[in-house]
C-alpha cells in the first residue's frame, strides 16, 4: 500500500471511529424473523460508510438503488424527471415476479374497480410512499435505502404476501436538489469530534436545504405544478391513483413522531369523514409498533388537511387515503434536544419501520380500503349528476398563453378540458369560439374539480396550517361562469392546452410592434434590449398600419423602429421571427410611421417612450423570505430569461449601484442599516433606480423612504385590557391572521404598471395583515387598490376586511430621477399567479414611465 493510500485509510478509520456512535450497519434496520440475502449489497458496501455515519449523497443513492433494483425480479425502476440541475427523480415500482409480468392488466383492473366494475378478487392493492419532498428533512428520503434493500434481500411470508397483495410505488427522491444543499452544509461543518449541541452551524440549515433549486417548497406543489419534480411525480401518481399515498417528512428536533389523522376539525369538506376513520385504523399499526418500542407520538395534532395542495391532502381530494408522517429532525447527524439524542440513523429505521406498518395496515384494511376508494368515485358521480350547474366556461381575454398554460395544468390533474367550437354566453359574458375553454362537471375529478374552482369564504375553524384560498381560475386572472350547456360536439377531442407559436411575422421597411397582453411579452422584450436594440413602449392605445391591414393595440405595446439601430435589418427581423416562434407574441409589421390615430404617430415621444434593459439586483436571506425571493427568481430567470443579480440582504451596502436598474425587496424582515438605505435613496433619486418591494418590504420601504409610519393596523383602541382565557389563545392569535386568501383590487389600466391588462377586476393573493398608506398630494400613486368588498375566497375576518377595504394594494412614485414601487402583496406567490405576474413584469421594464404629477393637488 502506498503512504497516500495508507493515509487516507487511516484517515476513513478514524473518520469512522469517531462518528461510530451515530452511524448504524444494516444489521441495525432489518426486521425479526426476516432471512436477507447476504448476495444483495448492503449500503455500507455499497457506500463506504453506514447509514448515519455521514450524509447520503444523491449521486450514491441513486447509484445503489438503482443497483438493488436491477438485480431484483421484484423491482422494477424507471427514471420519471429530472430536478432543475438535472438529477434524476426515480420510480421504483415494487411487487413479485409474477405481479410485474402483468403491471398493464393489474394497473387497467384497478382503475376499473375505482369505476365500479367487477375486477379479479386478488387484483393487488396499489400503495404509494413519498421519499423525501423537503431536502432538509433527511430520514425522509434516507428512509428509501433500507425500505429498497428489504424488499430487495428479505425472505419472510409477510414479504410475500406484500409483494403478492400489492403493487407499491415508491418516488425516491423527490426533492434531490434541496437534498443535495443539505449534504453539503453538513459536510462543510462536519468535525471529528461528534458535536450534538443544537447551537452548532452543522444543525443550522433549513429552509436553505428544505426548498428546490430556486427556493419553492415543493410540498405545496403538489396542487400548483410549476416545477420540474411535482411534475415528473404527479403524472406517475395518476397513472396509478393509489389507494393509500404516504408522505415522509422531518419537524423541531424536541417533537416526537406524528402520524395521521391529523386534527379532527381542520378537514377539507370535500374530503369524506370515513378517509379519517380508514387512515386512523391504519395508524393503530403504526401505534402497536411505536409502543413495543416504547417511542412517543402523536395523531392528532398541530397538521390538517384543508389545503389540497399538500402531499397528504392531495391523494384525499382524489380517492386515496393521504397519511402524513413527521419526526423530530437530527439535523447534522445527531442533535441532543429535551427529549434526549436524536440520531439521523434511528430515525431513518423509525420512518422505513412504518413504511412497513402502512403497507401492512393497508392489507389488513384491503376490503374497506377497496369499499372507500369504489364508494369516493361513485359518490363523487352522483354529485356531479345533481350538480345543475353541469360545466365551467373560462378564456383569457387577449393572452392564449395564459389560457392554455391553465388548460395544461387542468390536465395534469387528469381533469377533462375541451375546445369551445362556438360562442358561449354564461354570466353576463360571452367565452368566444376558439378561446375559450369548458370543464364538464359529469367526469371522474368532480370533486378536484370543484376544489380548484370554487370559492369558500365560510370556515368551521380559522386556523389554517397553510393558505384558506386557492381558487386558481382567479390566480390566474381567467373570465370564468358555470352553464348547464356548453354545446359540446360528440367525440369532441380534448384539448391539450399545447404551447402555440404566434404567425410568422411579414418583413417591414420601417419597424415592428409586438402585443404585451401575451404572456411572454416581457421575455420578448428582453430578448429585444438584450440584443442592443432600440425599442419604445406606448402609454396611450393606438392602431398601426401593418402588412395586413390595420391593427388596433393596447398601453404597453412595443414599437421597434428600424431607423438609426446598430443591428441591421435582417438581425432584428431574425429576432421578431424568434419572438413569434418561441415566445408565442405576435409581431406586426408596419408600413408607415403615420397612424389613423390622431397624435399618436409612431415618432410621438410623448406616446411612445424608450426603455432601457433592465439590470436586476434581487436581495434574499438574512431574514427575508427564501420563498418569496425564490419565486421571483424564478419568474424572471426561468420563465421570462432575464439575468438577475442575486445579493445577500446584508451585502447590499457595497454594490456598485451604478450598475443596477432595480432593486427587488421581498417579504421578511427587510430592514436596512441607515447607510444602506441612504445609499439606495441616492440611487434612486440621483441615478433613477427603480426599488420594488413586496409585502413586509413594502411595509419597511414606506416608512423608510415615504416618511411613514410601518403601516401598523393592529393596535388596539381599546382603554381597558381585555382579559381572556387561557385555552383560548390559539383561536384568538388566528382570528385576524390572513392564512392566504384571495382578494379582489380595481386596477388603474392607463398606470405603466396596469399595462396589458383586460379589466380593471384583480384577484390579488395576500397574506398579511398590514396596509399601505395612500401617499399626501400625488392622486395618481395608487394604480391598485382593493374594492369596497374585498374578500373572493379564503379566509379574512371581518374586521380585517373592514380595514383593508379601499386601501392600496400597490403604491408607486416617481423620487427624484427614480421611483418607489411597493406591492402589499407578492404578485408571483408560489409562480401561480399569471395573473398578477404582469405587474412585476410591468414594474421591471415600465417604471421609467411612471411620471411625476405637475398640478396642484393639496384640495
Known sequence: MSIRSAFASAMMGAFAFTASAIAEPIEFFQVDGVIYDQSVQSPEDAFGYEIGERPVRVGDMVSYLRSIANGSDRIQ????????????????TVTSPENHARLDEIREAHHARMRGE??????????????????????????????IYHFAAGDSDQIDTMLDDSVMVFTAVFNPDGHSRRVDHVETFWSRADNTDPADMIHNLWTEARVNHYWFDLNRQWLLLTQPESQAWIAKWHEWKPMVSADYHEMGSAAP????????LRRNPLIPERARELTFQIGQRHAEFLDSEARLYTTQERFDNFYIGKGSTYPQINGSLGILYEIGAARGGAIQTERGLVTHADNVRTQFRTVLTTVQGALDLRSEITDYQRQFFADAAADAERDRRRNYVFTAAGDPERAARFVRLLRMHDIDVYETSADLSAGGQTFPAGESYVVPLDQQQYRMIQGIFERVTEFEENIFYDVSGWTLPLAYDLEYATISNARLSEGAALADGGFEVAPAPDRSSYGYVIEWSQTYAPRALNRILAEGIMARAANEEFTVNTTRGPVSLGRGSVFVPLARQDADADDIFAIMQTIAAEDG??????????????????????????????????????????YDAGEIWWTLDFQHDMPVTLVEKDDLGSVDWSDYTHLVLVGGNASLPDGTRDMIQNWIRRDGGTLIATRQGARWAQGAFFNHGNGDSDASESETPERVDFAEMALRDAQHVIGGAIFEADLDTSHPLGFGFANRQLPVHRNVSFTLERPDGDPYAVPLQYTDEPLLTGYASERRQEEIAGTPSIVSQRQGRGAIILMADNPVFRATY??????????????????????DYEE
Open 118 to 147: 367487477e375486477v379479479p378478487a386478488d387484483t393487488p392493492m396499489v400503495l404509494w410512499i413519498n421519499f423525501g419532498v423537503h431536502g432538509a428533512e433527511a430520514s425522509g428520503m434516507d428512509a428509501a435505502i433500507p425500505t
Open 585 to 626: 407574441v405576435p409581431v406586426h409589421a408596419t408600413t408607415s410611421g403615420l397612424t389613423p390615430t390622431t397624435g399618436r404617430d409612431l415618432g410621438a415621444t410623448n406616446v411612445f417612450r424608450a426603455l432601457e434593459q433592465p439590470r436586476v439586483v434581487l436581495a434574499f436571506n438574512d431574514g427575508l423570505s427564501r
Open 834 to 855: 399569471p395573473g398578477t405576474e404582469r405587474l412585476l413584469m410591468n414594474a421591471i421594464f415600465f417604471s421609467d414611465l411612471i411620471d411625476r404629477p405637475r398640478g
Open 257 to 264: 413522531f406524528y402520524f395521521h389523522p391529523g386534527e379532527e
Open 77 to 92: 425502476v424507471e427514471t420519471i424527471g429530472y430536478s432543475h440541475q438535472r438529477r434524476p427523480i426515480l420510480f421504483f
